[in-house]
């Protein structure tokens, strides 16, 4: 349908998009690429759509976006991404075509950093497993064998990637009594946590891990083998980053054979499948990739993507808050 | 000192059974069904009984020792021990403070976070699934929310020290106000509900607390706020709190304690908004140890005639 409405090319798509399309669609053109199995050129073509008609697309991680996906809109300027994270787009292809790729920024960092703190607690504290028990302790049946619990306080617990998140983490974990330190790109001057250059150094001195960093080509599968035997066999792994974060499947067999105490997972290599091995143990929390995901969040990144593609489209900057770049 | 008998009133933690056992001549209590008949032959030995917040020493026990000289509850609660009979007879009673303090401040945080980010149900939707066929849906923010506290001792103090963390608001509701605290001061219950999303009870059971979350106390909080109990079940009405859950009257609760343990109400099952906890504070495996060597010190400290290290009477 041809109008004179700006076309947004929308892949993913973000959870945001049955509301934003309903409040916006008499000020955009939303082509819902996502929900189409056609490739990008026929899938504009059977619209009559012309490639060069579009300069901006809003997405979210569920799908990739592509060098030559990028390469086929020559109009294209600007790449709203409703997630922090920016390993789902080609970067330095956007760096190459000058798009200007927009982010959720810091938008997420508190609920992400509540959630993993309640993963950690949760994993500790035994408070799910405890939570399935609570039917069979009213017919007082045994309960089932749930591992001991384990206090918060005094646990060392070392951050992978002291950035918005992990900084967030690590002010929520402080009161609890823990021994903070950190691994990440770059030493922070301005923080009292212990630095260590690695992963693997980080793990053999803490009990817990937060793996709260950027998805990059460095960090796959930052937390490997090697991390995972530093760490040893009382320890625990919380992820509130990416599933490729992780050697899945080591820490799926290291799990199930007791080389590791639990792990607290939001995220996973191949979401949202997760490894049938993981839902019968006791000593992990599992989560459908949910950290950032409240209401308020939900709120915010609407105002923030309206301002944005508004500012953009109308050439004129904006009076309230707009995304990162 | 193994021939003092120590009458153990329940299942303990087993490091706990093991060392009285070592260092005492324990009874143990529930291995005897016939009590009457039990206390008739053993009474003249026992002059310590080891207890728990559920199991407590009445007037009738205290009767029945005439031997005891102290008593050394497992646990900070000792609502279930009289007392004044104890103080009448010169009879000492120790508890186990402070050592519990931090592990049930952490399961409070652990609880509002399970309440308000569904981490329990999250955990259930992927277990059973879901999660292939859709997203779970929107939660709600736990950072910046109003945390009112009833009850500003150790357990409160520490619960709000986490919460500010959180970068949430503190209010709360006390006997009398604690002016050296920053926190904002309500001078009713009610009041504090009206004016908070997350209520924590955190003071001790006492005939002026007993049912102190009420009908009036549910609709003050309302349907956007939660409750969350880590004191004693009696802290709360709890068919109030049922009907106010039910019927969306209140948002959602985080639960550790109940009325009559281990019964805990049907209704509440299922209810997502809801997680029931089987008196788990105080689980873990470190506090455990430590209010056990709390307890062994005591009865140590009294048997050796030195100070003790817990006393309430």
Same mark, same amino acid.
């Given at each position: 349908?041809?109008?004179?409405?700006?076309?947004?090319?929308?892949?993913?798509?973000?959870?945001?998009?049955?509301?934003?399309?309903?409040?916006?669609?008499?000020?955009?053109?939303?082509?819902?690429?996502?929900?189409?199995?056609?490739?990008?050129?026929?899938?504009?073509?059977?619209?009559?759509?012309?490639?060069?008609?579009?300069?901006?697309?809003?997405?979210?991680?569920?799908?990739?976006?592509?060098?030559?996906?990028?390469?086929?809109?020559?109009?294209?300027?600007?790449?709203?991404?409703?997630?922090?994270?920016?390993?789902?787009?080609?970067?330095?292809?956007?760096?190459?075509?000058?798009?200007?790729?927009?982010?959720?920024?810091?938008?997420?960092?508190?609920?992400?950093?509540?959630?993993?703190?309640?993963?950690?607690?949760?994993?500790?504290?035994?408070?799910?497993?405890?939570?399935?028990?609570?039917?069979?302790?009213?017919?007082?049946?045994?309960?089932?064998?749930?591992?001991?619990?384990?206090?918060?306080?005094?646990?060392?617990?070392?951050?992978?990637?002291?950035?918005?998140?992990?900084?967030?983490?690590?002010?929520?974990?402080?009161?609890?009594?823990?021994?903070?330190?950190?691994?990440?790109?770059?030493?922070?001057?301005?923080?009292?946590?212990?630095?260590?250059?690695?992963?693997?150094?980080?793990?053999?001195?803490?009990?817990?891990?937060?793996?709260?960093?950027?998805?990059?080509?460095?960090?796959?599968?930052?937390?490997?083998?090697?991390?995972?035997?530093?760490?040893?066999?009382?320890?625990?792994?919380?992820?509130?980053?990416?599933?490729?974060?992780?050697?899945?499947?080591?820490?799926?067999?290291?799990?199930?054979?007791?080389?590791?105490?639990?792990?607290?997972?939001?995220?996973?290599?191949?979401?949202?499948?997760?490894?049938?091995?993981?839902?019968?143990?006791?000593?992990?929390?599992?989560?459908?990739?949910?950290?950032?995901?409240?209401?308020?969040?939900?709120?915010?990144?609407?105002?923030?993507?309206?301002?944005?593609?508004?500012?953009?489209?109308?050439?004129?900057?904006?009076?309230?808050?707009?995304?990162?770049? | 000192?193994?021939?003092?008998?120590?009458?153990?009133?329940?299942?303990?933690?087993?490091?706990?059974?093991?060392?009285?056992?070592?260092?005492?001549?324990?009874?143990?209590?529930?291995?005897?069904?016939?009590?009457?008949?039990?206390?008739?032959?053993?009474?003249?030995?026992?002059?310590?009984?080891?207890?728990?917040?559920?199991?407590?020493?009445?007037?009738? !026990?205290?009767?029945?020792?005439?031997?005891?000289?102290?008593?050394?509850?497992?646990?900070?609660?000792?609502?279930?021990?009289?007392?004044?009979?104890?103080?009448?007879?010169?009879?000492?009673?120790?508890?186990?403070?402070?050592?519990?303090?931090?592990?049930?401040?952490?399961?409070?945080?652990?609880?509002?976070?399970?309440?308000?980010?569904? !981490?329990?149900?999250?955990?259930?939707?992927?277990?059973?699934?879901?999660?292939?066929?859709?997203?779970?849906?929107?939660?709600?923010?736990?950072?910046?929310?109003?945390?009112?506290?009833?009850?500003?001792?150790?357990?409160?103090?520490?619960?709000?020290?986490?919460?500010?963390?959180?970068?949430?608001?503190?209010?709360?509701?006390?006997?009398?106000?604690?002016?050296?605290?920053?926190?904002?001061?309500?001078?009713?219950?009610?009041?504090?509900?009206?004016?908070?999303?997350?209520?924590?009870?955190?003071?001790?059971?006492?005939?002026?607390?007993?049912?102190?979350?009420?009908?009036?106390?549910?609709?003050?909080?309302?349907?956007?706020?939660?409750?969350?109990?880590?004191?004693?079940?009696?802290?709360?009405?709890?068919?109030?709190?049922?009907?106010?859950?039910?019927?969306?009257?209140?948002?959602?609760?985080?639960?550790?304690?109940?009325?009559?343990?281990?019964?805990?109400?049907?209704?509440?099952?299922? !209810?997502?908004?809801?997680?029931?906890?089987?008196?788990?504070?105080?689980?873990?495996?470190?506090?455990?140890?430590?209010?056990?060597?709390?307890? !062994?010190?005591?009865?140590?400290?009294?048997?050796?005639?030195?100070?003790?290290?817990?006393?309430?009477?």
């Amino acid at each position: 349908m041809a109008t004179d409405l700006p076309n947004i090319l929308v892949m993913g798509p973000p959870l945001i998009f049955p509301d934003f399309q309903s409040q916006y669609s008499h000020s955009y053109n939303f082509l819902t690429f996502f929900a189409s199995s056609l490739p990008l050129p026929q899938y504009l073509s059977s619209l009559n759509i012309l490639p060069s008609s579009i300069r901006a697309i809003l997405c979210n991680n569920m799908q990739r976006v592509p060098a030559d996906l990028l390469r086929s809109l020559p109009s294209l300027a600007l790449l709203v991404t409703t997630t922090m994270g920016t390993d789902h787009i080609d970067m330095p292809e956007c760096r190459r075509l000058g798009v200007r790729v927009a982010t959720a920024g810091g938008s997420f960092s508190e609920d992400v950093a509540d959630f993993a703190l309640g993963l950690l607690i949760d994993v500790l504290m035994r408070i799910s497993a405890a939570n399935r028990c609570a039917k069979k302790w009213l017919r007082s049946e045994l309960p089932r064998n749930i591992p001991p619990a384990s206090r918060v306080g005094g646990k060392r617990v070392g951050i992978v990637g002291l950035g918005k998140i992990g900084t967030e983490v690590a002010k929520r974990l402080e009161p609890f009594g823990c021994k903070i330190m950190y691994t990440s790109r770059t030493k922070k001057s301005s923080v009292p946590y212990p630095f260590y250059g690695s992963a693997v150094e980080v793990a053999a001195e803490s009990d817990v891990l937060v793996v709260c960093c950027s998805l990059t080509e460095e960090t796959h599968h930052i937390v490997d083998r090697a991390v995972m035997e530093a760490l040893g066999k009382e320890g625990v792994i919380v992820n509130v980053g990416r599933g490729s974060l992780i050697d899945e499947k080591e820490l799926v067999r290291r799990l199930v054979s007791g080389e590791i105490g639990g792990a607290g997972l939001d995220v996973f290599q191949n979401e949202p499948l997760v490894p049938c091995e993981l839902l019968s143990l006791d000593n992990v929390v599992l989560s459908p990739h949910a950290a950032a995901v409240t209401s308020e969040s939900f709120h915010h990144i609407m105002e923030l993507v309206a301002a944005t593609l508004h500012a953009f489209f109308e050439n004129k900057p904006s009076l309230t808050p707009v995304m990162q770049d | 000192m193994e021939s003092i008998g120590v009458l153990l009133l329940c299942p303990v933690f087993s490091y706990l059974d093991q060392e009285l056992d070592k260092r005492f001549k324990l009874y143990r209590y529930w291995n005897y069904p016939q009590s009457v008949q039990f206390l008739k032959e053993h009474a003249n030995s026992i002059r310590a009984v080891v207890g728990n917040s559920n199991y407590g020493t009445d007037a009738a !026990l205290i009767d029945a020792l005439p031997k005891l000289e102290i008593v050394s509850s497992n646990s900070v609660g000792v609502d279930k021990i009289d007392l004044n009979k104890c103080r009448e007879k010169g009879i000492r009673v120790t508890n186990t403070p402070d050592v519990l303090t931090d592990e049930v401040a952490d399961l409070t945080i652990g609880l509002i976070l399970a309440v308000l980010r569904r !981490l329990c149900e999250c955990d259930r939707y992927v277990r059973s699934g879901k999660w292939k066929k859709g997203d779970y849906k929107l939660t709600t923010k736990f950072s910046g929310k109003t945390v009112g506290i009833i009850g500003l001792g150790r357990i409160g103090t520490a619960v709000a020290k986490r919460a500010e963390a959180f970068n949430c608001k503190i209010s709360y509701y006390s006997r009398t106000e604690k002016p050296e605290s920053n926190y904002k001061y309500h001078p009713s219950v009610v009041e504090l509900a009206s004016n908070c999303n997350i209520l924590v009870v955190a003071c001790p059971l006492t005939e002026e607390t007993h049912h102190i979350i009420n009908r009036e106390v549910l609709n003050a909080l309302g349907p956007k706020g939660i409750l969350i109990n880590i004191g004693r079940g009696k802290h709360v009405d709890e068919p109030e709190l049922v009907s106010a859950l039910l019927e969306g009257r209140v948002g959602g609760a985080g639960l550790d304690v109940f009325e009559d343990e281990p019964n805990v109400p049907e209704e509440l099952f299922g !209810l997502e908004n809801v997680v029931l906890l089987p008196h788990v504070g105080s689980a873990t495996v470190e506090t455990r140890t430590a209010m056990a060597d709390l307890v !062994l010190g005591n009865l140590e400290a009294h048997f050796q005639g030195k100070p003790l290290l817990t006393p309430l009477v």
